[in-house]
């Protein structure tokens, strides 16, 4: 694993906007970062990444019934009592997933430790699944990269064939918060593969949604079948039409089970079923009894998303604290371990699984050592 | 060493390249389209329609019924707009119905309102051939029950009260005027408030 300097693409921002890439620059800060790479060789790749991918996943997995099965835990995760019977439903009746993914600390050796699991609004998917892919197409067709070059991105395919092969009703309504251009480009990218499978799908912003006894329904007030929601499920519970999730008859993507894995709490959980793992950090609930925060600690909410409330102190003592919004839930502490550093930059890997399978990683870079929304994303490429 | 190709065999967009706006075309001036009205799925096979076809768009437009239909608190009300004996509860529509009827309409049964009895069909998807000669693909209009009000018992109406003929058979209308509306007050915006609270943050992760 190393990082390359490379010269961009002439006019590619020119390019980026023509296919729906608004986002490629964010408060005047370059977001798309074109000016270097990094190279792995496939055993890194395999052995390093992909591999545990899936072995962290089916971990994860493995933890739901246990949850489902006990109600400390989900107290612990802070799950609302309501809703914890629709909950095992969407599990007991297998409701099929689209995606996922996880962040992980990797320099290149030893085993990569798993930070968090992105399992109900994953983002960057665009930038993963097709920009970074047309950027080595066009560097190597401007003899910049080797032919032999390739990628492990397999993210576009895969989800179009999940599209294709997953039982979904139809049409399925595809969702976010009206006015945010990423989170549209992210909705408009998952749309695009959608419809290439075959999918009747629509938009409708999030604020549109309406409601007529307890059924969920779009701006015409037909009933809404299939919804793939890019809105964080703990926030919907806690909101004016929660209620009539337990009543609406709708299929959702992410399913509500998914939510039980995008918690912070999950990585105690999993520390707990598989100590020691080689791909696991110690993690542990914070408690009213919990001392105050040892050097080589995080401290993370249990619902948190762009670094948000994040409170790191590194090893040699440094504090180091994000503000954010999400001050209301519990917490969780994880050991810290540093990300590798390339050009003064922290470097972390968000490796991205579709359905049950790893399918591919983006690269984020940020200046210090906690990831957030403004963390640069550079491409990367596999060549031995 | 595996020489499988680790990346997508192909990256291509089709509605987020320039050219999909093609897509979002003909928002301009509207025009009306042909469609058909009828009492039930027998009249519409008596029609020369597919019978199957026939039964298929009542029985869909039977399913929105419950949904559509103009609610009301108490029978004498929905009697007055729609006349003695033309109103009914969602339960035993539903029971009218098909047996493996949504969940919906099994819990609206308990609700206690009153709405009118569905008297005709408007069949949305089902005249595109025959016509008068008309081959151009016109855009259609959803299949939904039809009612008739007291004070004008020879008119078919949709559930949001606009006429659509005063007799079974092809007719004409604006596809605007026929999107169905539910009955009762939908309600919106019950979703997204922290994301207004939580400002500047986006959803995703």
């Given at each position: 694993m190393k990082k390359i300097a490379i010269e961009q693409r002439p006019g590619w921002q020119d390019y980026a906007e023509s296919v729906?890439?608004?986002?490629?620059?964010?408060d005047g800060e370059p977001?798309?970062?074109?000016?270097g790479y990094y190279q792995f060789s496939l055993e890194q790749i395999e052995n390093d990444i992909e591999a545990p991918t899936e072995e962290l996943h089916q971990m994860a997995l493995s933890l739901i019934p246990d949850i489902l099965a006990d109600e400390q835990k989900l107290i612990a995760l802070d799950v609302?009592?309501?809703?914890w019977d629709w909950l095992a439903e969407s599990w007991r009746t297998s409701q099929p997933h689209l995606y996922g993914r996880l962040d992980l600390a990797y320099n290149g050796q030893g085993p990569a430790k798993l930070l968090?699991?992105?399992?109900?609004t994953p983002t960057s998917l665009f930038e993963t699944g097709f920009f970074q892919w047309v950027w080595l197409e066009d560097q190597q067709m401007r003899g910049r990269?080797?032919?032999?070059a390739d990628q492990f991105n397999s993210l576009q395919d895969k989800l179009e064939q999940a599209f294709a092969e997953m039982p979904l009703r139809q049409p399925c309504y595809f969702s976010s918060v009206d006015g945010n251009i990423e989170d549209k480009g992210t909705i408009n990218y998952l749309m695009d593969i959608a419809s290439q499978a075959g999918i009747d799908a629509r938009y409708l912003p999030l604020e549109q949604l309406g409601e007529i006894d307890g059924q969920l329904v779009d701006s015409q007030n037909f009933?809404?079948?299939?919804m793939f929601k890019l809105y964080p499920w703990e926030f919907m519970l806690r909101e004016?039409?929660?209620?009539h999730l337990l009543t609406s008859d709708t299929q959702w993507l992410?399913?509500?089970?998914?939510m039980l894995l995008s918690n912070k709490g999950i990585l105690p959980l999993l520390w707990q079923k598989f100590?020691?793992?080689?791909n696991l950090l110690p993690a542990f609930f914070e408690t009213k009894d919990s001392q105050s925060m040892a050097p080589g600690w995080v401290r993370k909410p249990l619902y948190s998303r762009e670094g948000a409330n994040i409170e790191l102190i590194d090893l040699q003592g440094k504090r180091l604290v994000v503000d954010g919004p999400y001050t209301d839930a519990p917490f969780i502490r994880q050991a810290f371990t540093p990300l590798p550093t390339f050009d003064n930059s922290f470097t972390l890997i968000g490796s991205w699984l579709v359905g049950d399978s790893a399918a591919g990683i983006g690269i984020r870079e940020d200046a210090t050592l906690i990831t957030k929304d403004s963390s640069r994303f550079l491409p990367h490429i596999i060549l031995d | 060493m595996s020489k499988s190709?680790?990346?997508?065999?192909k990256a291509a967009?089709?509605?987020?390249?320039?050219?999909?706006t093609l897509l979002l075309a003909g928002c301009g001036s509207e025009e009306p389209v042909q469609t058909a009205v009828y009492q039930n799925a027998e009249e519409c096979a008596a029609f020369y329609n597919p019978p199957a076809e026939c039964q298929a768009e009542f029985a869909k437009a039977q399913q929105l019924h419950a949904q559509v239909a103009p609610k009301y608190q108490s029978k004498t009300e929905c009697e007055t707009d729609?006349?003695?004996?033309n109103c009914e509860t969602p339960a035993t529509a539903a029971v009218s119905t098909?047996?493996?009827?949504?969940?919906q309409q099994q819990q609206q049964a308990s609700s206690g309102f009153f709405m009118p009895m569905m008297m005709g069909f408007l069949a949305?998807?089902?005249?595109?051939?025959?016509?008068?000669?008309?081959a151009a693909p016109q855009k259609s209009v959803p299949t939904q029950p039809l009612y008739k009000s007291r004070d004008d018992q020879g008119t078919y109406r949709t559930a949001s009260n606009q006429p659509v003929a005063r007799k079974s058979g092809v007719t004409s209308v604006m596809p605007s005027q026929m999107q169905p509306k539910a009955g009762t007050v939908v309600r919106r915006g019950g979703f997204g408030a922290q994301a207004q609270q939580r400002q500047s943050m986006t959803s995703g992760g």
């Open positions: 729906g890439f608004d986002f490629h620059t964010f977001y798309w970062d074109e000016t609302p009592a309501a809703y968090e699991l992105n399992y109900d990269l080797p032919q032999g009933p809404i079948q299939a004016e039409f929660g209620s992410e399913p509500a089970w998914k100590q020691n793992h080689p | 190709i680790k990346r997508s065999k967009l089709i509605l987020m390249v320039p050219t999909a729609f006349g003695i004996g098909d047996p493996n009827a949504p969940v949305g998807q089902m005249l595109n051939r025959g016509g008068a000669g008309q």
